[in-house]
């Protein structure tokens, strides 16, 4: 099993920066595999969506609305992922997770949820205009 552990949520008036990061424990098998994690949000009322994803290749994947403000981007030594969040608005408040799932999905696929096996408990983000 893995576990993910989400951090640095906060609040932030608009135009400002935040970083996300997910921590996976569990068993370095689950690493050494073609792989890939998400970051997802939820705001209150709507539906979960995808952020940003990165594989096993890194090749990385963004919702339309965040291209070009998130950077998603792994340490695969030390088993984190991040999400540096620039230029942030107040639709970006929501809570945001972070998701593991195992195989070659890849990353545009991963961002729609599809494999996403394990979740993170989440981070909330507020934004302020």
């Known amino acids: 099993q893995v576990q993910l552990v989400e951090s640095g949520g906060g609040s932030v008036q608009a135009g400002g920066s935040l970083r996300l990061s997910c921590a996976a424990f569990?068993?370095?098998?689950?690493?050494?595999?073609?792989?890939?994690m998400g970051w997802f949000r939820q705001a209150p009322g709507k539906e979960r969506e995808g952020v940003a994803a990165?594989?096993?290749?890194?090749?990385?994947s963004y919702e339309d609305s965040v291209k070009g403000r998130f950077t998603v981007s792994k340490d695969t030594a030390k088993f984190v992922m991040y999400l540096q969040m620039n230029s942030l608005k107040p639709e970006d408040t929501a809570m945001y997770y972070c998701?593991?799932?195992?195989?070659?999905?890849?990353?545009?696929?991963?961002?729609?949820?599809?494999?996403?096996?394990?979740w993170g408990k989440g981070t909330l983000v507020t934004v302020s205009s």
């Open positions: 998701a593991y799932g195992l195989g070659r999905n890849g990353a545009a696929t991963c961002l729609s949820g599809y494999g996403m096996t394990y």
């Open positions: 569990g068993s370095g098998y689950y690493f050494t595999q073609a792989y890939c």
């Open positions: 990165i594989d096993s290749d890194d090749n990385t």
